[in-house]
C-alpha cells in the first residue's frame, strides 16, 4: 500500500517540497523593474523539477532507494520466510495446519482502524505543513513586492536583498532537516561567519537590516 500511495503520489511528505518553491522571488523584482505596472505572478518555470505522474519506473527506482524501503526489507523478508517454512511443512508432511479464524479477524479489525488513524494523522501533519510552506511563499512574495515599489533603494542594496531573500525558505528548510547544505549555502550571496549555528536566523537579520 505505501509503494501504492508513492507512486500515485498521493500525497507526499513536506520533504518533496521543491528546492527552487522560491527560485521565482528573484524573477518577480526584475520583471518588475523591467515593465511598469506589471503584476507579479508565479512565472512560468514555478514548477520546473516536479516529478510527473505518468514516469512510474522512476518512482518505484526512488522508492526502492528509500529509507522507507530499507528499514521494512528485513520484516518483509522474515515473514516471507516464516510463511514459506509453513507451507513446506504442510505440503511435504502432509500436515494440515489449523488456526483459529477469531484471533487473526480480531487482530485484523484492530489493525485496520490503526492503519487508518496513522494515515489520518500523517495527512494532517503534511497538510499543515504544506499550508506553512504556503504561507512562507506568500509571505517571501509579498515581501518581494514591496521591495520593488520602493523607489529610493539604492539598486545594489536592492540585489543583496533578493539574494537573501530568495535564500531564506531553502536555508530554514534545511535547517529544519539536517542542517544547511553546502549547495544551499553555495546560493547565499555572502559568505556566513564560521560557526554560525542558525543559518535561518542569520539570514532573516541580514535582510531585516537591509528593509529597514
Same mark, same amino acid.
Given at each position: 500500500?505505501?509503494?501504492?500511495?508513492?507512486?500515485?503520489?498521493?500525497?507526499?511528505?513536506?520533504?518533496? *517540497?521543491?528546492?527552487?518553491?522560491?527560485?521565482?522571488? *528573484?524573477?518577480?523584482?526584475?520583471?518588475?523593474?523591467?515593465?511598469?505596472?506589471?503584476?507579479?505572478?508565479?512565472?512560468? !518555470?514555478?514548477?520546473?523539477?516536479?516529478?510527473?505522474? /505518468? =514516469?512510474?519506473?522512476?518512482?518505484?527506482?526512488?522508492?526502492?532507494?528509500?529509507? &522507507?524501503?530499507?528499514?521494512?526489507?528485513?520484516c518483509v523478508l522474515g515473514l516471507t520466510a516464516y510463511t514459506a517454512v509453513g =507451507?513446506?511443512?504442510?505440503?511435504?508432511?502432509? @500436515? !494440515?495446519?489449523?488456526?483459529? *479464524?477469531?484471533?487473526? *479477524?480480531?487482530?485484523?479489525?484492530?489493525?485496520?482502524?490503526?492503519?487508518?488513524?496513522? @494515515?489520518?494523522?500523517?495527512? !494532517?501533519?503534511?497538510?499543515?505543513?504544506?499550508?506553512?510552506?504556503?504561507?512562507?511563499? =506568500?509571505?517571501?512574495? =509579498?515581501?518581494?513586492?514591496?521591495?520593488? @515599489?520602493?523607489?529610493?533603494?539604492?539598486? $545594489?542594496?536592492? $540585489?543583496?536583498?533578493?539574494?537573501?531573500? /530568495?535564500?531564506?525558505?531553502?536555508?530554514?528548510?534545511?535547517?529544519?532537516?539536517?542542517?544547511?547544505?553546502?549547495?544551499?549555502?553555495?546560493?547565499?550571496?555572502?559568505?556566513?561567519? /564560521?560557526?554560525?549555528?542558525?543559518?535561518?536566523?542569520? &539570514?532573516?537579520?541580514?535582510?531585516?537590516?537591509?528593509?529597514?
Open positions: 500500500m505505501g509503494l501504492l500511495l508513492y507512486v500515485l503520489g498521493i500525497p507526499e511528505p513536506i520533504r518533496s *517540497a521543491r528546492r527552487d518553491c522560491c527560485r521565482g522571488v *528573484a524573477e518577480w523584482i526584475d520583471r518588475g523593474s523591467q515593465t511598469s505596472g506589471e503584476r507579479c505572478i508565479v512565472p512560468l !518555470d514555478f514548477f520546473a523539477g516536479q516529478r510527473p505522474i /505518468a =514516469n512510474w519506473g522512476s518512482r518505484i527506482r526512488q522508492f526502492l532507494g528509500s529509507s &522507507v524501503f530499507r528499514r521494512t526489507t528485513s =507451507n513446506y511443512v504442510q505440503d511435504y508432511f502432509h @500436515t !494440515d495446519i489449523l488456526l483459529p *479464524a477469531g484471533g487473526q *479477524a480480531l487482530f485484523g479489525a484492530a489493525l485496520s482502524i490503526l492503519l487508518v488513524l496513522r @494515515t489520518n494523522s500523517a495527512y !494532517d501533519r503534511w497538510w499543515e505543513g504544506r499550508k506553512l510552506w504556503g504561507a512562507l511563499t =506568500n509571505e517571501c512574495r =509579498n515581501l518581494a513586492v514591496k521591495l520593488k @515599489t520602493m523607489a529610493d533603494v539604492d539598486p $545594489a542594496e536592492l $540585489a543583496l536583498a533578493r539574494g537573501w531573500l /530568495a535564500a531564506f525558505p531553502p536555508c530554514l528548510r534545511d535547517h529544519l532537516r539536517q542542517g544547511v547544505s553546502d549547495e544551499t549555502l553555495s546560493v547565499l550571496p555572502e559568505p556566513i561567519p /564560521a560557526g554560525q549555528s542558525h543559518v535561518p536566523g542569520f &539570514v532573516s537579520s541580514r535582510l531585516f537590516a537591509l528593509v529597514r
